[in-house]
């Protein structure tokens, strides 16, 4: 329903109203106008009492504050030289044995370029492996 009354629309629940704003009580615009009971006024119908609340807008990332837009948006990028870059990777170490990296890297980068970087673990590795331009590589640490 993509709806939305206006001042003076007849009331789409009764038919019969039209919708208007209800007298503001307690405004306080003389101090700092537009005040919060100015601002927080339903368009109501003057006969059966509906209230048209209005969708509220969409979140996105530019209403999220920057420091939780740092811990939970921010993912790595790391330049490798020459247009080769990895990004979006992590890391699992919950094995304890290997450190499983994944993430993505631009088409120029190579396996080579993955092991550079990483660097195999004190028991070798596994991978890397390219494909989509998503890489994976396991690290082998004990
Ligand atoms: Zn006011
Ligand atoms: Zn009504």
């Known amino acids: 329903?993509?709806?939305e009354p206006e001042e003076g629309d007849q009331c789409p629940e009764c038919r019969a109203g039209n919708m208007s704003?209800?007298?503001?009580?307690?405004?306080?615009?003389?101090?700092?106008?537009?005040?919060?009971?100015?601002?927080?006024?339903?368009?109501?119908?003057?006969?059966?009492?509906?209230?048209?609340?209005?969708?509220?807008?969409?979140?996105?990332?530019?209403?999220?504050?920057?420091?939780?837009?740092?811990?939970?948006?921010?993912?790595?990028?790391?330049?490798?030289?020459?247009?080769?870059?990895?990004?979006?990777?992590?890391?699992?170490?919950?094995?304890?044995?290997?450190?499983h990296y994944t993430g993505r890297c631009t088409p120029e980068v190579t396996p080579q370029d993955i092991l550079d970087y990483f660097e195999s673990g004190t028991f070798g590795h596994r991978g890397p492996t390219i494909s989509n331009g998503r890489f994976s590589f396991t690290k082998i640490t004990d």
Request: with cysteine; charged share 15%; aromatic share 10%.
């Open 1 to 3: 329903m993509s709806f």
């Open 21 to 99: 704003f209800p007298p503001v009580e307690n405004c306080s615009c003389h101090i700092a106008p537009p005040c919060h009971a100015c601002t927080n006024r339903l368009l109501t119908c003057n006969t059966c009492g509906w209230e048209f609340e209005p969708p509220k807008p969409k979140a996105s990332w530019r209403s999220v504050a920057p420091g939780i837009f740092a811990s939970h948006i921010h993912r790595p990028s790391k330049d490798l030289g020459n247009g080769k870059r990895i990004f979006d990777y992590s890391y699992d170490s919950s094995s304890g044995s290997t450190m």
